[in-house]
């Protein structure tokens, strides 16, 4: 058992024997990854040949984390199953620093375990949008192409001898509590509390290609493409944020279902200045997919800076009892500096972060603060902007 998961047995046994007996409390749950994997080869399932699995997480609020290590299982029957080879490709365009290796084989009962874990270093902290799928990395299997009816991803954080888990950059376990550790289609939790997703029901989602949101006059004009389009894609639904967080929807758009797999969507959304006199500058897009049996997928946020002048800042809620959340958008990479003053005009609190190109998210604490007006001075290397933001008890 790893150490990461060792001294949290007794705790995990006690928090699941309470969630059984507390039906709806899971939704209360600290934000926390789940995982699940495909092959990406095949149009539909179940796939009838196999020789990649792709490994992939999604957060169920936003997250922003460093982390330290990372765990993955999937299972097969011993007994029917010919010997196989691994090859392991990392994705460090979402993760940097991502060093996926496997563990070791465990068996237990009928089936073996097959692990990998990221344990050599931590991937630096950025932000995970809830509900974006990342790709985390690829298996490539060699002379058994017939595995893909029986490997099943597993996790069981009751014995914790195979688990799918993260661990951030202090060290601290991503829990779950008793919510669902995986997820796509064919998903279960057995009695004795593991988690399991069949790759044979896993059907291959529509996958984006490319999001853009650009300005042109006072429209924005909205264009994506994807790939693995099929007769189960329902729709796609185009939301929008004036903070970055908190996103609405605010159109759909129905799949062309003219028989190809890969197409290109535009959609215009006209008199932004209309939308201007709600927000601060900058306006965020996101688009959903979502197929006929409620599966979906999100892209990341691409923002449009209404006023075209510095980097976009926002903040909310306002007034504000405890976080002060703050979104920070970049045209490039930059130091960024985040000060507090009250009234009177002393500084009460600084954070400096390395800010990356695009959306940038900062919780401020003001939980102990008196009540009253305050000022957030955030500086983009040069560039300085100010918040005015009101404190209640």
């Given at each position: 058992?790893?150490?990461?998961?060792?001294?949290?047995?007794?705790k995990?046994?006690?928090?699941?024997?309470?969630?059984?007996?507390?039906?709806g409390l899971?939704?209360?749950?600290?934000?926390y990854?789940?995982?699940?994997?495909?092959?990406?080869?095949?149009?539909a399932?179940p796939?009838?040949?196999l020789n990649?699995?792709?490994?992939?997480i999604?957060?169920?609020a936003?997250?922003?984390t460093?982390?330290?290590y990372?765990?993955f299982a999937?299972?097969?029957?011993?007994?029917?199953?010919?010997?196989f080879g691994?090859?392991?490709?990392?994705?460090?365009?979402?993760?940097?620093?991502?060093n996926i290796q496997r563990?070791?084989?465990y068996?237990?009962?009928?089936?073996?375990y097959?692990?990998?874990?990221?344990?050599?270093?931590?991937i630096?902290?950025?932000?995970?949008p809830?509900?974006?799928?990342r790709?985390v990395?690829?298996?490539?299997l060699?002379?058994n192409p017939?595995i893909?009816?029986?490997?099943?991803l597993?996790?069981?954080?009751?014995?914790?001898?195979?688990?799918?888990?993260?661990?951030?950059?202090?060290?601290?376990?991503?829990?779950?509590?008793?919510g669902?550790?995986?997820?796509?289609?064919?998903?279960?939790?057995d009695?004795?509390?593991?988690?399991?997703?069949?790759?044979?029901?896993?059907p291959?989602?529509?996958?984006?290609l490319?999001f853009?949101?650009t300005?042109?006059g006072?429209?924005a004009?909205l264009?994506?493409?994807?790939e693995?389009e099929s007769s189960?894609?329902d729709?796609?639904?185009?939301?929008?944020?004036?903070?970055?967080?908190d996103?609405?929807?605010?159109?759909t758009?129905?799949?062309?279902?003219?028989?190809l797999t890969s197409?290109?969507?535009?959609?215009?959304?006209v008199?932004l200045?209309a939308?201007?006199?709600?927000?601060t500058?900058v306006?965020?897009?996101?688009?959903?997919q979502?197929?006929?049996?409620g599966?979906?997928?999100?892209?990341?946020?691409?923002?449009?800076?209404l006023?075209?002048?510095g980097f976009g800042v926002?903040?909310?809620?306002?007034?504000?009892?405890?976080?002060?959340?703050?979104?920070?958008?970049?045209d490039q990479?930059?130091?960024?500096?985040?000060?507090v003053?009250?009234?009177?005009?002393q500084?009460?609190?600084?954070?400096?972060?390395?800010?990356?190109?695009?959306?940038?998210f900062?919780d401020?604490?003001?939980?102990?603060?008196?009540?009253g007006?305050?000022?957030?001075?955030?500086?983009?290397?040069?560039?300085?902007?100010?918040?005015?933001?009101?404190?209640?008890?």
């Amino acid at each position: 058992m790893n150490n990461f998961f060792k001294n949290t047995h007794m705790k995990r046994i006690l928090l699941i024997a309470v969630f059984s007996l507390q039906a709806g409390l899971a939704a209360l749950a600290q934000p926390y990854f789940q995982a699940t994997f495909e092959n990406p080869a095949n149009p539909a399932p179940p796939p009838t040949t196999l020789n990649q699995l792709v490994f992939k997480i999604k957060p169920t609020a936003d997250i922003t984390t460093a982390i330290a290590y990372m765990e993955f299982a999937f299972r097969y029957p011993t007994a029917t199953t010919p010997p196989f080879g691994v090859t392991i490709s990392s994705n460090t365009t979402n993760f940097p620093t991502l060093n996926i290796q496997r563990l070791d084989d465990y068996v237990e009962g009928a089936y073996t375990y097959v692990k990998f874990v990221h344990n050599t270093g931590v991937i630096p902290s950025a932000t995970y949008p809830a509900g974006v799928e990342r790709e985390v990395f690829t298996i490539t299997l060699t002379g058994n192409p017939g595995i893909a009816q029986i490997v099943e991803l597993v996790s069981d954080l009751v014995m914790q001898n195979y688990v799918f888990g993260v661990v951030d950059g202090a060290g601290n376990f991503i829990d779950p509590g008793a919510g669902p550790q995986l997820y796509g289609n064919g998903f279960a939790v057995d009695g004795s509390g593991i988690n399991t997703v069949p790759l044979a029901s896993v059907p291959v989602p529509v996958k984006f290609l490319g999001f853009s949101a650009t300005k042109k006059g006072l429209d924005a004009v909205l264009t994506w493409a994807v790939e693995n389009e099929s007769s189960v894609t329902d729709r796609y639904e185009v939301m929008r944020s004036l903070n970055g967080r908190d996103f609405t929807k605010v159109a759909t758009v129905a799949p062309k279902n003219n028989g190809l797999t890969s197409n290109t969507y535009e959609l215009t959304e006209v008199n932004l200045a209309a939308t201007l006199r709600m927000s601060t500058g900058v306006v965020y897009y996101r688009i959903k997919q979502i197929d006929k049996d409620g599966a979906s997928a999100i892209t990341e946020s691409r923002s449009i800076r209404l006023d075209g002048k510095g980097f976009g800042v926002n903040v909310y809620p306002n007034p504000v009892k405890s976080l002060a959340k703050l979104t920070i958008d970049l045209d490039q990479a930059t130091d960024v500096m985040i000060t507090v003053t009250n009234a009177s005009g002393q500084q009460i609190k600084t954070m400096q972060l390395q800010g990356l190109k695009g959306t940038n998210f900062q919780d401020v604490d003001m939980a102990r603060l008196a009540g009253g007006n305050y000022i957030i001075k955030v500086q983009a290397g040069t560039e300085i902007k100010t918040l005015p933001v009101s404190k209640v008890n």
